[in-house]
């Protein structure tokens, strides 16, 4: 049987890629990697500003620091208690399990509070 294809095949004229070890190749693959294996590059060249909302504010005090964290800890394990009571018994034992580690996540927050001496 012929075979009809050169042999080897012939590159695309229309790729900027004239063979595997083109410079624009290697290029564009250094430039995919960065993009994927080293976010932080890309963050600390970013003209953008960082966005406060989800940022503790330095400004803060340790005790209201503590006492917010508290708080959330608190309402996180009021959210996973209310949501493994909708739970079937497997899934119910694992949020009952996540809820009671957040729980003493809090005791832990708590008792830092606790040790806190006020700021005049």
Do not use: C, W
Not at 63 to 77: C, R
Not at 102 to 119: R, T
Request: glycine share 4%; aromatic share 6%.
């Amino acid at each position: 049987m012929f075979k009809v294809t050169p042999n080897p095949p012939e590159t695309d004229p229309a790729s900027p890629y004239g063979s595997p070890n083109s410079k624009k190749f290697h290029e564009a693959a250094e430039r995919a990697l960065d993009h994927y294996l080293s976010p932080t590059a890309r963050i600390m060249g970013s003209t953008h500003e960082t966005e406060p909302m989800y940022l503790a504010n330095p400004a803060y005090d340790t005790e209201s620091l503590l006492a917010n964290a508290s708080e959330t800890l608190g309402s996180a394990t009021t959210m996973l208690s209310n949501f493994a009571a909708l739970l079937d018994t497997s899934h119910r034992k694992t949020a009952l399990g996540i809820a009671q580690v957040v729980m003493l996540g809090e005791l832990a927050v708590n008792q830092a509070l606790d040790k806190v001496v006020p700021a005049e």
